[in-house]
């Protein structure tokens, strides 16, 4: 088997070709055709992240430019997006966590990857003195970037001045600031706060004054509150429960807290003699109240209440406090000086299955706020409870998906109304609606036809700052008005080179599975296709599978790719279905949580073979020339349709894809059966395939397996093996490569319908 060594912008890929390579030759009539470079597609600058600050109308955002990953600003009154940091090259470093001081001064952020289960931070440029994850920061006014610290996620106190970051079960501070003389504890390389426990989720009070964080100490957690200027701490209301999300009040008087029961005997993990910190986890450990329990349940086994179970007074779970930071003034006894008390605002009901844990919640006006599951509504909700008591208050009326925490702000004037993004009222796109806090009619805010995201309200409140996304525009920056209205794009500007008059407005098309399921798909139709004349089509499959393309670019990163790289088969003149199937997000619950998935049936692939067959059966589809391609979840689908239905997909991409589940060899279980290994004898389609072999989401494993079923079975296939990538490149140059490459290879089995080399 020949193997090729290429060398892709600087990092190296292996490309494996098994057979006989020959020149691409002209079938079916069509006339030859070049495949043209995916790069112009991929040229424009794309903010990935937005932030506003809380005390001026200043906006930063991450943008990706060909691979250089940079964080730029803009403020009012012409909101002109400038770069303040200079990192030039294709170096594969990503580049997180924007936060922007309550001034707009000051922006700190974090390069470097997240590191892989053995604590190795990705190193894709294959600099031979590793990498680090460090944070840094920049001054909105200009001058050069610095490195800040080593860590993670850093938490920028209110002037700007000072970032915490946790480590080890620890709490870290370093100066933002540069200073010449500066100790360990101030350049995060001693812990800031050290006590007993797991400590971390920590929360600047607005004033900067005091920080809040949660102390796990594995079978109970306490909420601590640490004053900065006396380097004191205090407890709030400390128990035998689980406290954890503090939450601060606008005006730092106050802190919200959730209030869990600790964990009872037949759930705790025994410790180990001594003191040390404890392995477990309040809540989500293997001590946790909720977890199994930690004995061996017996006929005999002790189950009378308290034993397994375990509640707070009146027989409730979940509870609702709220702590006067200055409540422990007049506090005498020694034993509780360091304490702070705290009431009850409100408790769910005994045996409540609808309101069972108040994470991400926020102060909003004289509310506190925050999602909820609710069992059996299809779509996603956020409550709010008045600090006098009370039921909780529902917010969001609208019958929509809001995703994660990027689709919810808050008003700068305390929270007092609520942005978030929604896909209600148009079940295929992202809009920005509003409710004001103390409940009302929501109200949606951005008009037109695009796909409007994570919003960020101005401090003037006239405006709120959204990334937009169109049809043929992609990844923007753009301001809303708060009265409504259309957005305003205001970064970037689309560079020459980028191909906007030769993208197409996919159509949303409705196919049925086998099993009666309706599934919507966006079909991209190229622009010169004429009556009469068939044309090779392609089928696109999401991963996720918690994924919803959309009939515009996407909002999130892979996507905003997978979209221009469909508009740009288009443009060669493939007819390309996306398929939004089952489990994935945006049409509700039943849909997302579809039984007989995965390993227990792998039912989403019936949506997937529903979208091939209808392509077959347009009068527009040559039904003898259909491939597909995805990635992760996507690559999963792909490799499925090759192995189950060779007889269908003549070709296809398979990007670090799933092929096996949990080891399972038994070929009568659903876990085998149900995996492309499954079908294996079926393959006979050849495929391309690509993988870096630092991927953190798939597991490398999964395409060494397959190869090795692949050469056993003497089935084409291309590999691209990228040492040091990770699951989605992070090079530009790797993309470009990987998706010209895959042109190629369309354009041969596809296309061309070349007969497949012989291996050997």
């Known amino acids: 088997?020949?193997?090729?060594?290429?060398?892709?912008?600087?990092?190296s890929a292996l490309l494996a070709v098994v057979g006989i390579t020959s020149l691409p030759r002209v079938g079916h009539g069509q006339p030859e055709r070049t495949v043209p470079s995916i790069a112009p597609w991929m040229s424009p600058a794309s903010p990935l992240s937005l932030v506003s600050a809380r005390r001026a109308d200043r906006l930063a955002f991450m943008v990706y430019d060909r691979g250089m990953r940079n964080v730029y600003s803009a403020a009012a009154p012409d909101f002109r997006a400038r770069r303040l940091t200079n990192f030039t090259t294709d170096d594969g470093i990503d580049l997180t966590d924007v936060q922007l001081s309550d001034d707009g001064s000051t922006i700190v952020f974090v390069r470097g990857s997240a590191p892989n289960r053995w604590g190795w931070v990705a190193n894709p440029n294959h600099d031979p003195r590793g990498a680090e994850r460090a944070i840094w920061a920049v001054r909105t006014a200009g001058g050069p970037a610095w490195r800040v610290a080593a860590g993670a996620a850093p938490v920028l106190s209110p002037d700007g001045q000072w970032v915490l970051f946790t480590k080890d079960g620890q709490i870290y501070r370093a100066r933002v600031a540069r200073s010449a003389a500066l100790s360990p504890m101030d350049t995060g390389g001693v812990p800031f706060i050290r006590l007993w426990g797991r400590n971390g989720s920590p929360s600047w009070s607005p004033d900067g004054k005091r920080i809040a964080f949660v102390s796990d100490r594995e079978h109970h957690a306490f909420i601590v509150v640490y004053d900065v200027r006396s380097r004191t701490v205090q407890y709030v209301a400390p128990s035998v429960d689980c406290d954890g999300t503090p939450a601060w009040s606008p005006d730092g008087r106050y802190l919200a807290f959730s209030r869990r029961p600790g964990t009872p005997f037949g759930r705790q993990q025994r410790t180990p003699p001594g003191v040390q910190n404890p392995a477990g986890g309040c809540g989500n450990?293997?001590?946790?109240?909720?977890?199994?329990?930690?004995?061996t349940l017996q006929a005999t086994t002790v189950r009378a209440p308290g034993f397994l179970t375990s509640q707070l007074p009146g027989g409730y779970r979940l509870a609702l406090m709220v702590a006067d930071i200055g409540g422990a003034k007049n506090i005498t006894s020694p034993m509780v000086t360091a304490q702070i008390p705290a009431r009850e605002v409100w408790h769910?009901?005994?045996?409540?299955?609808?309101?069972?844990?108040?994470t991400a919640m926020t102060w909003a006006g004289e509310q506190i706020a925050f999602p909820v599951n609710v069992p059996k509504d299809e779509f996603d909700r956020w409550y709010a409870v008045k600090l006098t008591g009370g039921d909780p208050m529902r917010l969001t009326t609208t019958d929509g998906l809001i995703e994660d925490e990027t689709s919810v702000a808050w008003s700068r004037d305390g929270g007092r109304t609520m942005f978030y993004t929604t896909n209600a009222g148009d079940i295929e796109r992202r809009h920005i609606w509003s409710v004001p806090s103390n409940g009302g009619e929501p109200v949606r805010l951005s008009?037109?036809?695009?796909?409007?995201?994570?919003?960020?309200?101005?401090?003037?409140?006239r405006s709120v700052a959204v990334l937009a996304f169109g049809a043929r525009t992609p990844a923007s920056v753009a301001l809303v008005p708060t009265s409504g209205g259309a957005p305003r794009i205001i970064f970037p500007v689309l560079p020459s080179s980028f191909p906007t008059a030769a993208h197409v407005e996919p159509q949303i098309v409705k196919t049925k599975a086998d099993d009666g399921l309706e599934i919507s798909n966006q079909l991209f139709l190229p622009r010169d296709l004429k009556p009469g004349e068939q044309r090779p089509a392609m089928v696109f499959v999401h991963g996720g599978p918690r994924r919803q393309m959309l009939p515009a670019y996407h909002y999130m990163q892979f996507y905003h790719w997978s979209y221009a790289a469909n508009q740009w088969l288009a443009d060669q003149g493939y007819i390309v279905l996306s398929v939004n199937y089952r489990r994935g997000v945006g049409y509700g619950k039943s849909f997302r949580d579809a039984p007989n998935a995965r390993d227990k049936g792998n039912s989403e692939y019936l949506d997937v073979l529903a979208g091939a067959k209808y392509l077959q059966q347009r009068a527009d589809v040559d039904a003898k020339r259909v491939g597909i391609w995805g990635l992760s979840y996507g690559g999963l689908l792909a490799s499925q349709a090759l192995a189950r239905n060779s007889d269908i997909f003549v070709a296809g991409v398979d990007m670090a894809g799933v092929h096996q589940y949990d080891y399972v060899f038994d070929s009568t279980s659903s876990a085998f059966t149900s995996a492309a290994v499954g079908a294996i004898e079926g393959w006979k389609s050849p495929v391309f395939l690509v993988h870096g072999d630092d991927d953190r989401n798939v597991d490398f494993a999964q395409t060494v397996g397959l190869v090795q079923l692949l050469r056993a079975r003497n089935v084409y296939h291309e590999l691209i093996v990228v040492p040091d990538d990770l699951h989605e490149s992070m090079l530009h140059a790797n993309w470009i490569d990987a998706f010209d490459r895959m042109g190629v290879f369309l354009k041969r089995f596809v296309w061309n319908r070349e007969p497949v080399p012989a291996v050997r």
């Open 447 to 461: 008009s037109g036809i695009g796909v409007e995201t994570s919003p960020q309200p101005l401090a003037s409140g």
């Open 348 to 358: 769910n009901a005994v045996g409540d299955s609808v309101f069972t844990s108040l």
């Open 1 to 11: 088997m020949p193997s090729i060594v290429f060398r892709s912008g600087v990092a």
């Open 285 to 295: 450990g293997p001590g946790a109240a909720g977890a199994a329990p930690a004995v």
